[in-house]
C-alpha cells in the first residue's frame, strides 16, 4: 500500500495545517518557550497537545482577577503523563507527587484511561516538569493530540500469564504507536533553547521521520484498549480499537478485535453521536500489532480531515459498514481475517479492596474519588501515599476508573498499610458506599477549556446526597455506574453507564439512563437541563420505581432500559416524593 505523500486540498480543517507546517510538531515552540510570555501562540497551543499538555486558563483565578480590576486569563498548564497499562513504581509515583508539590498545584490525578496529571504548571516551569518526568522513565509524547493515546489494560498483577501477555501487548502497541519526531527530545529534553527547526529537515519524506503517521499524523485522537470477557474494566467498547482477549489454558490464543467507539458529542452539531465499537475479526498474538497498525493506518489515510467534529474513527465505520471497513483494513494487512469468535464481554471487576495475586503476596485497590490525590481538611491521601511508598515501597498500577492498586505486598504488610490509611484518615475501600466506589467526574470547570459546568468538585455533594436516598429505598448495596462530565466530551465515559450526568448549561445537567456497568450499551437521555440542585431529586423516583417493579437480578440500568424513557417518567411522576 502506497503511503499518501501530502493532504492537499482547500477543504481542510485549520489543525490540519498547522500540524503539516509545523515540521513534526515543532512549529515555533522552541522560540515561544524561550520567551517570557505566560502562554503560547494558537498554532503552538495545539501543537503542545502532542507533546502531553494543555494550555488552559483557571477561570477561577480570572474570576478573582476581574473582582480586583485586572480580568486577565490566568494561564496554566496540565501535564499528562502516558502510562501503557497503569504501570509504574513507588519511586515514579514519588516524583509525580514531587512535581506537583514543587511545580504544580499540590496535587496529582489520575485519569480514567490510567495515566497521571499534573494540575497548575505555569509556562516557566513546563520544561522543568516534562524533562522530569522523562528522567524517572517515563513520557508525556502522545498523552494528548492526534495520535494514538494512553493504551489500556486491565491492571490486575495476578500471577497468571495471561495478564503479563496482555500488559507486554499494551506496552508493545504503545512503543510502535508513539510519535517518533525528534521535536520532542529537542525541545524538552536538551538544554537547547532555539533554533530547534534546523534538526528536522521539513523537506525530508515524512514517511522517513514518522513512519506510521507522516507528516500529518491522524485526524483525529485515537484509544486502545485490552480486556478480558470476564472483566472489562478497561471499556474496551468505548475505544476507538478494543482488544478483547481469548484465554485458554492460562494463555492468550488471540483477541477478538472491535474498533468504531467512541463517546464525544457536539450538542449543536447533530451528524456528531456517540459510538460503542463494533466487532471486527478475531486475531492470533501474532497478528495482533499488525492489524492494530492497519486499522489506524485505515483511518489516517480516510478519516475525515476536512471536520474535526466527525473525524474519529467512528463516524468513518458509521459510514462505511463494518463490512466494508473490515474489507479495507484487510486490504492493508495484507490477508483476510476471520470473524469474531462468540466470547464476548461478561464481568467487569474494579478490583478494590484485598484480593491474592497467586504468588504469596497481594494487592490492595485503593478507591480514589474522581482520581485526585491530595491532602485536605478531611484526609491526607497524598501523605498517606508518601508514606506507603516510602515503607513498603509497593508496585503501583492505575485503574481506569481513577483509583490505584498497591501491588507485591507481602502479607506482613497488610496491616502497616490499613494502618497508614486509617491514621491519615483515608477510607479504606470496603467502608465506602457503593454509588460512591462506583462513580467517577471529568476535571470539568474551572481549568478545562470546554467545561461548561462543574463535575469533579460537584460530584462529591451529589452522591453524598445519594448515599442517604438509596439507603432509605434500601439499595445501599446495588452497584451501577455513575459518571459526570462538564460537557458532552465525555471523557469520564457518561454515555454507557447506568447514570449519566453531563453539563448542558451553566449549573445545568443532561441526565441519562439505563447504560450498564459491562459498558456494552448506551443509555439514553431521560431529562434535559436539570438545575444541579434538581439532580438527585429527578433520580430519586426512578430508584423507587426500581425497587417496586424489577426483575430477580435486574440491574438497575437494564431496568431502565427494559422501561424506556415514556415510561420511567410516567410512573416517577405518579410515585410520592
Known amino acids: 500500500m502506497a503511503e499518501p505523500t501530502s493532504l492537499d486540498g482547500p477543504k481542510l480543517s485549520p489543525v490540519e495545517g498547522i500540524k503539516e507546517k509545523s515540521q513534526f510538531l515543532l512549529g515555533s515552540m522552541d522560540s515561544e518557550l524561550a520567551a517570557n510570555d505566560a502562554n503560547f501562540g494558537k498554532d503552538s497551543e495545539t501543537l503542545l497537545k502532542f507533546h502531553g499538555t494543555y494550555q488552559q486558563d483557571d477561570r477561577d483565578a480570572r474570576t478573582l482577577s476581574r473582582k480586583d480590576g485586572a480580568g486577565d486569563k490566568s494561564f496554566i498548564f496540565m501535564v499528562r503523563t502516558k502510562i501503557p497499562g497503569g504501570k509504574l513504581t513507588s519511586d515514579q509515583l514519588l516524583a509525580e507527587l514531587d512535581l506537583a508539590d514543587e511545580l504544580g498545584n499540590t496535587t496529582l490525578r489520575v485519569t480514567t484511561r490510567q495515566g497521571l496529571q499534573l494540575h497548575g504548571i505555569v509556562k516557566s516551569n513546563l520544561k522543568a516538569t516534562i524533562r522530569r518526568i522523562n528522567d524517572i522513565q517515563l513520557s508525556t509524547l502522545g498523552a494528548c493530540g492526534d495520535v494514538n493515546r494512553n493504551v489500556m489494560c486491565c491492571p490486575a498483577p495476578y500471577h497468571k500469564p495471561y495478564y503479563a501477555e496482555t500488559q507486554q501487548l499494551a506496552d508493545q502497541i504503545a512503543a510502535h504507536l508513539a510519535p517518533r519526531t525528534p521535536a520532542y527530545h529537542n525541545l524538552w529534553l536538551t538544554d537547547i533553547s532555539t533554533g530547534q527547526r534546523e534538526l528536522v529537515d521539513g523537506g525530508q519524506d515524512p514517511w522517513a521521520v514518522e513512519p506510521i503517521y ?31 482477549a481469548i484465554v485458554k489454558d492460562d494463555h492468550v490464543v488471540g483477541y477478538n478485535v472491535v474498533v468504531g467507539g467512541g ?6 452539531a447533530k451528524k456528531t453521536f456517540p459510538a460503542l465499537a463494533k466487532r471486527l475479526a478475531f486475531v492470533t498474538p501474532d497478528q495482533a500489532l499488525d492489524v492494530v497498525t492497519a486499522v489506524v493506518k485505515v483511518q489516517r489515510d480516510f478519516g475525515n480531515r476536512e471536520d474535526r467534529k466527525t473525524a474519529r474513527l467512528k463516524y468513518l465505520v458509521a459510514n462505511w459498514g463494518i463490512e466494508a471497513f473490515k474489507a479495507k483494513v484487510e486490504e492493508y ?20 479492596g484485598w ?4 504468588d504469596g503476596r497481594w494487592f490492595y485497590g485503593l478507591n480514589i474519588e474522581n482520581g485526585r490525590i491530595k491532602d ?27 483509583s490505584l492498586l498497591l501491588t507485591d505486598i507481602a502479607e506482613a504488610d497488610r496491616g502497616k ?14 467502608d465506602i458506599s457503593q454509588v460512591r466506589r462506583w462513580s467517577m467526574a471529568c476535571v470539568a470547570w474551572p481549568t478545562c477549556g470546554l467545561s461548561i459546568t462543574e463535575a469533579e468538585r460537584a460530584l462529591p455533594g451529589l452522591v453524598d446526597q445519594l448515599e442517604g436516598e438509596l439507603a432509605r429505598l434500601g439499595l445501599e448495596r446495588e452497584a451501577f455506574t455513575l459518571r459526570m462530565t462538564g460537557c458532552p466530551n465525555g471523557c469520564a465515559r457518561p454515555y454507557n453507564s447506568d447514570v449519566g450526568l ?5 449549573g445545568k ?31 430519586k423516583p426512578l430508584f423507587a420505581y426500581f425497587k417496586q417493579d424489577r426483575q430477580s437480578g435486574e440491574t438497575f440500568g437494564d431496568f431502565c432500559a427494559r422501561k424506556g424513557q415514556a415510561d420511567l417518567a410516567a410512573h416517577a411522576a405518579e410515585l410520592p416524593a
Not at 500529518?216 to 485522537?221: D, T
Not at 476471520?338 to 478494590?352: E, I, S
Not at 485536605?376 to 481513577?402: F, N, W, Y
Not at 498499610?417 to 470496603?430: D, Y
Request: net charge negative; glycine share 10%; proline share 5%.
Open 355 to 358: 484480593d491474592a495475586q497467586g
Open 263 to 268: 463517546l464525544g458529542v457536539t450538542p449543536s
Open 333 to 352: 494487512y495484507g490477508s483476510a481475517l476471520p470473524d469474531c469468535t462468540a466470547d464476548d464481554v461478561h464481568g467487569f471487576n474494579d478490583h478494590m
Open 376 to 402: 485536605d481538611d478531611t484526609m491526607h491521601l497524598k501523605t498517606a501515599l508518601r508514606e506507603i511508598c516510602g515503607a513498603v515501597r509497593p508496585g503501583i498500577r492505575l485503574t481506569s476508573h481513577q
Open 417 to 430: 498499610i490499613e494502618e497508614i490509611l486509617r491514621r491519615h484518615r483515608v477510607p479504606l475501600s470496603e
Open 509 to 539: 445537567y443532561t441526565v441519562l439512563v439505563g447504560g450498564q456497568l459491562l459498558g456494552k450499551r448506551l443509555n439514553f437521555i431521560y431529562k434535559d437541563f436539570v438545575p444541579e440542585e434538581e439532580v438527585v431529586a429527578t433520580l
Open 502 to 506: 453531563v453539563g448542558k448549561a451553566k
Open 214 to 244: 507522516g507528516a500529518c499524523y491522524m485526524p483525529r485522537k485515537f484509544k486502545i484498549a485490552i480486556g478480558f470477557p470476564f472483566d472489562n474494566c478497561t471499556d474496551i467498547y468505548t475505544n476507538d480499537l478494543g482488544l478483547l
